[in-house]
Protein backbone atom coordinates (compact mmCIF):
# COMPACT_ATOMS: atom_id res chain seq x y z
CA UNK A 1 0.00 0.00 0.00
CA UNK A 2 1.33 3.82 -0.84
CA UNK A 3 0.54 6.47 0.81
CA UNK A 4 0.76 9.77 -1.64
CA UNK A 5 1.25 13.39 -0.05
CA UNK A 6 1.06 16.27 -2.32
CA UNK A 7 2.60 19.58 -1.75
CA UNK A 8 3.60 23.21 -3.40
CA UNK A 9 0.51 24.14 -4.59
CA UNK A 10 -1.05 27.71 -4.32
CA UNK A 11 -1.85 31.28 -5.78
CA UNK A 12 0.61 32.26 -8.47
CA UNK A 13 0.21 35.27 -11.77
CA UNK A 14 -0.22 34.17 -15.31
CA UNK A 15 3.35 33.58 -16.19
CA UNK A 16 5.23 32.36 -13.32
CA UNK A 17 6.17 28.85 -11.63
CA UNK A 18 5.35 26.59 -8.93
CA UNK A 19 6.91 23.01 -8.34
CA UNK A 20 4.66 20.58 -7.18
CA UNK A 21 5.65 17.57 -4.86
CA UNK A 22 4.58 14.49 -4.30
CA UNK A 23 6.36 12.46 -1.62
CA UNK A 24 5.69 8.71 -1.14
CA UNK A 25 5.81 5.88 1.61
CA UNK A 26 4.53 2.61 2.66
CA UNK A 27 5.54 0.83 -0.65
CA UNK A 28 8.70 0.10 -3.19
CA UNK A 29 8.62 3.68 -4.77
CA UNK A 30 11.40 3.02 -7.07
CA UNK A 31 8.76 0.34 -8.66
CA UNK A 32 5.92 2.64 -9.69
CA UNK A 33 5.23 4.74 -12.30
CA UNK A 34 4.06 8.22 -11.42
CA UNK A 35 1.03 9.73 -13.15
CA UNK A 36 0.21 13.87 -12.29
CA UNK A 37 -3.56 14.66 -12.98
CA UNK A 38 -5.72 17.44 -12.53
CA UNK A 39 -9.37 18.65 -11.85
CA UNK A 40 -10.71 21.93 -12.23
CA UNK A 41 -14.12 23.01 -11.31
CA UNK A 42 -17.01 21.43 -12.96
CA UNK A 43 -14.15 19.24 -14.95
CA UNK A 44 -13.43 15.29 -15.17
CA UNK A 45 -9.72 14.65 -13.55
CA UNK A 46 -7.66 14.86 -16.63
CA UNK A 47 -4.22 13.19 -17.36
CA UNK A 48 -1.28 15.75 -17.16
CA UNK A 49 2.05 13.73 -17.32
CA UNK A 50 3.77 10.30 -15.93
CA UNK A 51 6.79 9.37 -15.16
CA UNK A 52 8.36 5.62 -15.42
CA UNK A 53 10.01 3.99 -12.84
CA UNK A 54 13.55 4.91 -13.39
CA UNK A 55 12.47 8.44 -15.05
CA UNK A 56 13.77 8.00 -18.38
CA UNK A 57 10.33 8.24 -19.79
CA UNK A 58 7.92 10.80 -19.46
CA UNK A 59 4.79 11.61 -21.41
CA UNK A 60 2.98 14.66 -21.26
CA UNK A 61 -0.77 15.94 -22.51
CA UNK A 62 -0.23 18.50 -25.45
CA UNK A 63 -1.77 21.65 -23.73
CA UNK A 64 1.39 21.60 -21.05
CA UNK A 65 4.39 20.25 -23.09
CA UNK A 66 7.25 22.59 -23.01
CA UNK A 67 5.80 24.41 -19.93
CA UNK A 68 5.61 21.47 -17.30
CA UNK A 69 8.41 19.10 -16.38
CA UNK A 70 8.30 15.36 -13.95
CA UNK A 71 10.89 14.17 -12.35
CA UNK A 72 11.33 11.83 -9.66
CA UNK A 73 13.67 11.53 -6.98
CA UNK A 74 13.66 7.99 -6.02
CA UNK A 75 15.84 8.70 -2.89
CA UNK A 76 13.85 10.68 -1.75
CA UNK A 77 10.52 8.99 -2.77
CA UNK A 78 9.62 11.80 -4.55
CA UNK A 79 7.78 12.84 -7.89
CA UNK A 80 7.98 16.66 -9.11
CA UNK A 81 5.76 18.30 -11.51
CA UNK A 82 7.93 21.78 -12.50
CA UNK A 83 5.00 23.94 -13.91
CA UNK A 84 6.83 27.45 -16.11
CA UNK A 85 4.72 29.78 -17.86
CA UNK A 86 1.55 29.23 -16.14
CA UNK A 87 -2.04 30.04 -17.36
CA UNK A 88 -4.97 30.63 -15.82
CA UNK A 89 -6.49 27.64 -18.10
CA UNK A 90 -4.38 25.55 -15.51
CA UNK A 91 -5.94 26.42 -12.53
CA UNK A 92 -6.75 23.36 -11.24
CA UNK A 93 -6.36 20.56 -7.79
CA UNK A 94 -3.55 18.55 -8.55
CA UNK A 95 -2.92 14.97 -7.46
CA UNK A 96 -0.06 12.01 -8.05
CA UNK A 97 -0.94 8.70 -8.54
CA UNK A 98 1.41 5.57 -8.55
CA UNK A 99 0.86 2.48 -9.98
CA UNK A 100 2.48 -0.67 -11.00
CA UNK A 101 3.36 -0.47 -14.67
CA UNK A 102 5.27 -2.71 -16.96
CA UNK A 103 5.13 -1.00 -19.93
CA UNK A 104 6.81 2.34 -17.74
CA UNK A 105 3.94 5.11 -18.05
CA UNK A 106 0.75 5.51 -18.44
CA UNK A 107 -2.24 8.41 -19.21
CA UNK A 108 -5.10 6.37 -18.34
CA UNK A 109 -6.46 7.21 -15.35
CA UNK A 110 -7.74 3.98 -14.02
CA UNK A 111 -4.73 2.53 -14.03
CA UNK A 112 -3.88 3.96 -11.03
CA UNK A 113 -4.37 2.54 -7.81
CA UNK A 114 -2.97 4.69 -5.29
CA UNK A 115 -4.00 8.77 -5.25
CA UNK A 116 -2.88 11.23 -2.97
CA UNK A 117 -5.14 14.16 -1.45
CA UNK A 118 -4.36 17.01 -4.18
CA UNK A 119 -2.95 20.20 -3.90
CA UNK A 120 -4.96 23.31 -4.99
CA UNK A 121 -2.99 25.10 -7.82
CA UNK A 122 -4.41 28.91 -8.90
CA UNK A 123 -3.16 30.75 -12.02
CA UNK A 124 -4.59 34.44 -11.74
CA UNK A 125 -4.89 36.52 -14.85
Known amino acids: QVQLVESGGGLVQAGGSLRLSCAAS????????MGWFRQAPGKEREFVGT????????QYTDSVKGRFTISRDNAKNTVYLQMNSLKPEDTAVYYC??????????????????WGQGTQVTVSS
Open 97 to 114: AAAMLPWGTSSRRNDYPY
Open 51 to 58: ISWSGART
Open 26 to 33: GGSFSRYG
